[in-house]
């Protein structure tokens, strides 16, 4: 009996990254999953890894810019499974322009926005009618510490997560009713393929960015995209049933400081 | 493989609410628990209880107000686990004289 055993799931941004590893253990967890993301060739490989370990799982193109392809989504999911949605992980995010408010265009803005808010405003959109119907749901939403703190840096990035720490509390708020809970984890610098990326041209490789990064750290030393999908396998099981509207750091130790 | 499996776990307030839940589900989940109360007769009733699950659990009486009584717990609690001691839950409640209000009024 896994921990989330049984539970349809919808996860973005899974073909690599946090979303990845989250759908890699939901799925040994036991649950149903929908790995949706753009990069087709990824997202289908993934799902296909997931299956030949025994799991459960399929990959959908979804563009969490685009809310008919969400609504596809989400109604293509729920017919396939008994018209539940019990779980959606809104993972999929771009860090954007590193540019001060009076650099930043409109397009830019806006291309952020597109993704880091509305591609959670659309999820939940799409997905919360399943669960009220079943009484039953949880959402689980990647903001980031640039979502809780200011810093010098990204400042549409830190405006969007904040957003969706906000959509988080107050969807909890209002969807408490229908027993769906909406919590959020706010990862700092985590290794994943993209930071591992970034490393191959980093003056003095991986071991010099993890030493910047995790100045302010009390753990010295970068996440693993596990470590953080652990997190948000609690808040999305029964186990985190009293949980709600809750904006948890998943952090080295960073927030504390 | 229990969650926290072969962890050698201290909990404070263990013989009731919340300690206790904490107790039985490290036990459950694989945990080497130390229980550790003031109320003598539920705290070995719980670690008693956990053992007959087939859980590894002993009780020992601890008051959190005395150093020297959490140092001897703690000391003893080390010693019979290789020298470890991995997770500590401090969960005992403050009793009735010390409540938040009169903590507050002094």
């Not at chain 1, 949706?36 to 979804?62: P, S, W």
């Not at chain 1, 970034?198 to 990064?213: D, R, S």
């Not at chain 1, 970068?222 to 709600?244: H, I, K, N």
Request: charged share 25%; net charge negative.
């Amino acid at each position: 009996m896994g921990r989330v055993q049984d539970k349809v799931t919808v996860i973005t941004g899974a073909a690599s990254g946090m979303g990845l590893a989250s759908a890699e253990l939901f799925a040994k967890e036991g649950a149903i999953v929908v790995l949706t993301d753009l990069n087709d060739a990824a997202g289908e490989a993934a799902a296909q890894r997931i299956r030949d370990a025994g799991g459960r799982a399929v990959y959908k193109r979804m563009d969490v810019c685009d809310e008919t392809s969400i609504r596809t989504v989400m109604e293509e999911t729920a017919s396939a499974n008994g018209d539940r949605i019990d779980i959606l992980v809104n993972c999929a995010g771009i860090i954007g322009a590193d540019k001060r408010t009076h650099e930043c265009s409109e397009a830019e803005w806006d291309a952020l926005f597109a993704v880091d808010v509305k591609g959670v405003f659309f999820c939940s959109k799409h997905a919360i009618p399943y669960m009220m119907k079943h009484k039953a749901g949880s959402i689980v939403n990647f903001s980031s510490i640039y979502g809780l703190f200011g810093n010098h840096e990204y400042t549409p990035y830190h405006i969007a997560k904040g957003a969706v720490t906000m959509q988080t509390r107050q969807d909890a708020a209002v969807y408490g009713e229908y027993n769906i809970r909406v919590n959020s984890v706010h990862p700092s610098t985590v290794r994943t393929a993209l930071v591992e990326g970034i490393c191959e041209t980093f003056p003095g490789g991986i071991e010099a960015y993890e030493k910047l990064n995790t100045t302010n750290q009390s753990l010295k030393r970068l996440g693993l995209p596990r470590e953080v999908a652990y997190a948000v396998l609690y808040l999305a099981s029964d186990e985190a049933s009293w949980v709600t509207g809750v904006n948890l750091p998943v952090d080295g130790g960073f927030t504390a400081r | 493989m229990g969650r926290v499996q072969d962890k050698v776990a201290l909990i404070a307030g263990a013989a009731s609410g919340m300690g206790l839940a904490s107790a039985e589900l490290f036990a459950k989940e694989g945990a080497i628990v130390v229980l550790a109360d003031l109320n003598d007769t539920a705290g070995e009733a719980a670690a008693q209880r956990i053992r007959d699950a087939g859980g590894r659990a002993i009780f020992n009486r601890m008051d959190v107000h005395d150093e020297a009584s959490v140092r001897a717990v703690i000391e003893e609690m080390a010693f019979d686990n290789g020298d470890r001691i991995d997770i500590l839950v401090n969960c005992a409640p403050a009793p009735r004289s010390l409540t938040a209000k009169t903590i507050g009024e002094n």
